[in-house]
């Protein structure tokens, strides 16, 4: 699998996904969903569609100017929040093997932790315990915490494949080119036989630094490879998560609740920019796979705004289908982020030599998780 395979599977899904919006949306606006039979009056009329918000909150021209603001204001947050590590080489305290890089990364994975817990995943149990939803099976059966469990174990899996792959051919390449060589300078051996005893000692010590070399050089390669494939997927947990959120907000027309959610998912983008962005400096891809990276995370949610206002009309946040697909997605997106927090980035830095040669080091680390994390769930108030 190769390692620019995966933003376009990352495209795919997320192409996958608005579809089966559409049309739920378009399903429930023709009556092809019948919703299900509520015991109470008002329930039934709100998933029917008939409890908008009415008031000083609900009106359709303030909401889409609210909309167009946003849509510019969360893209430019989030390329300066995913930007800002990518330019941290050109600062010597900010360098990927400097102390205070380790501390924001921290801060940004704590971002990360929080965004799986306190916004995606209560999200998800919202929608899937929906009473829009049938009680059989949606009310016997916790699917959020089922299909972000097999989400986690599922990345999981895809970590360590992937991984497999890239050392697979990494070494095959190696060996070709041992062999090539050794084919090529064959001849200088049976000279070397007829050579002194030093000259002998001198080739084997040569012998053995360079092999000494190799296999440092190929530890370097596979943390390089095991960082790019970190990059991928978390990429794609949060593109999947930044589209619903986009969506539900680009279709909704209470005032009350874009306003903040607008500040928030600004600060939101920001934080879990930096998260990724100090991922991605650390994976060492070229200018264009970077652009690529950051096109993609900076433009998702503002292209999941304007699709919910393509879908204003027709999309129902609260019709059986649509709250299946987004709650379903939010679930497997909790999951895949909660993995790559916890194991692939808060995990492997806290257990590796860095953080454990400093106990000053490590506690800084900590608080900044803390702060990451606490932040995120302040912030869940609004977004």
């Given at each position: 699998m190769s390692t620019s395979q995966t933003p376009l599977l990352a495209f795919v899904f997320f192409i996958i996904f608005t579809s089966s919006v559409a049309i739920a949306a378009t399903d429930a606006q023709s009556g092809h969903q019948t919703p299900p039979p509520a015991p109470a009056g008002a329930r039934h009329a709100a998933c029917d569609g008939g409890s908008a918000v009415g008031g000083q909150c609900h009106s359709v021209a303030r909401a889409l100017r609210l909309k167009l603001i946003a849509i510019p204001a969360i893209l430019a947050a989030s390329v300066v929040g995913v930007c800002l590590p990518l330019f941290a080489r050109s600062v010597p305290a900010l360098r990927p093997d400097g102390g205070l890089f380790v501390v924001v990364k921290a801060f940004a994975s704590g971002v990360i932790l929080g965004t799986g817990y306190m916004h995606?995943?209560?999200?998800?149990?919202?929608?899937?315990?929906?009473?829009?939803?049938?009680a059989k099976p949606w009310a016997e059966f916790p699917f959020t915490a089922f299909v972000a469990m097999l989400a986690a174990v599922f990345t999981l899996m895809v970590d360590s494949l992937m991984l497999t792959f890239h050392t697979r051919g990494s070494k095959g390449r190696a060996s070709s080119a041992a062999v090539a060589h050794h084919g090529d300078h064959g001849h200088c051996h049976a000279h070397a036989l007829g050579q002194a005893d030093v000259t002998a000692?001198?080739?084997?010590?040569?012998?053995?630094?360079k092999g000494g070399d190799v296999e440092a050089g190929n530890t370097t390669k596979a943390q390089l490879?095991?960082?790019?494939?970190?990059?991928?997927?978390?990429e794609m947990g949060i593109v999947v998560h930044s589209v619903v959120i986009g969506l539900g907000m680009g279709a909704s027309q209470n005032v009350c609740t874009i306003r903040p959610l607008v500040a928030a998912l600004c600060f939101h983008q920001m934080f879990e920019g930096m998260?990724?962005?100090?991922?991605?400096?650390?994976?060492?891809?070229?200018?264009?796979?970077?652009?690529?990276?950051?096109?993609?995370?900076?433009t998702t949610t503002p292209f999941g705004i304007a699709l919910g206002l393509a879908l204003t009309?027709?999309?129902?946040?609260?019709?059986p289908t649509a709250l299946i697909v987004v709650g379903l997605l939010n679930a497997a997106s909790a999951g895949l982020l909660h993995y790559m927090a916890l194991v692939e980035l808060l995990a492997a830095d806290f257990m590796g030599p860095k953080l454990q040669g400093s106990v000053r080091l490590q506690l800084a680390a900590f608080l900044a998780v803390l702060l990451g994390a606490g932040g995120m769930s302040v912030m869940a108030k609004w977004a």
């Open positions: 995606v995943l209560p999200d998800s149990f919202n929608d899937l315990s929906s009473p829009c939803l049938p000692l001198s080739t084997t010590e040569t012998a053995a630094d490879l095991r960082n790019r494939v970190i990059v991928q997927v978390l998260g990724l962005g100090g991922c991605i400096l650390q994976a060492e891809y070229g200018r264009r796979m970077k652009s690529v990276l950051v096109f993609f995370f900076s009309r027709v999309y129902k946040d609260n019709s």
